[in-house]
């Protein structure tokens, strides 16, 4: 006479496996050097943030009525450059625009003769398409003699979902009687 296996006993041991796994991972050992995330004031009590916005388009179709986020292009340029300074002692928040047409020698990439050698500049826009963050983070302490602390970018997509996270929050936004 052959035994029939109850049908529960493989589900209740693959919950008993995920449980195990669920525990290693919340219980396991841990990185002893977690890399800091809070945003500290460096010595002189103030932090200079690059904030970036990039023309990165979707590759492939948009889905989702525009609401999901898709694969975007490798390589694109920084039409908006703000350096945000941040001065923890006072406490105020100044922000300077860069344009993105001026010219600019790029650490390793040009070599100027002088401030007027527009010849061996390169268009600050154009930095991030050739070497990314690491690369405009470089230029605009290069420009300005100033260090950047951190960074972050947008792209039309990001931009947009985060206004739809914040309308729930918001309300309406209005601008000299327009809604926006």
């Not at 669920?22 to 945003?39: D, I, K």
């Not at 703000?82 to 390793?108: K, Q, S, T, Y």
């Not at 003699?145 to 970018?153: D, E, L, T, V």
Request: with cysteine.
């Amino acid at each position: 006479m052959s035994r029939r296996l109850n049908p529960a006993w493989p589900i209740v041991g693959a919950l008993v496996a995920l449980i195990i796994v669920a525990a290693f991972y919340l219980l396991g050992p841990r990185s002893r050097h977690a890399a800091p995330t809070a945003l500290q004031p460096t010595p002189t009590g103030s932090v200079n943030i690059l904030i970036i916005g990039k023309d990165a388009r979707a590759v492939g179709p948009v889905v989702n009525e525009g609401r999901q986020r898709n694969r975007r292009e490798d390589e694109s340029h920084s039409d908006i450059i703000i350096v945000c300074h941040v001065n923890f002692g006072i406490p105020a928040v100044n922000l300077v625009a860069i344009p993105r047409d001026l010219l600019v020698e790029v650490p390793g990439i040009t070599a100027a003769a002088s401030n007027t050698d527009f010849t061996h500049m390169e268009k600050i826009t154009h930095t991030y398409a050739i070497g990314g963050d690491k690369l405009l983070r470089k230029t605009v302490t290069n420009l300005l003699g100033i260090p950047i602390h951190r960074s972050i970018a947008f792209d039309f997509d990001t931009f947009r979902m985060v206004f739809d996270v914040l309308r729930p929050f918001v309300g309406r936004l209005r601008v000299g009687g327009v809604n926006l």
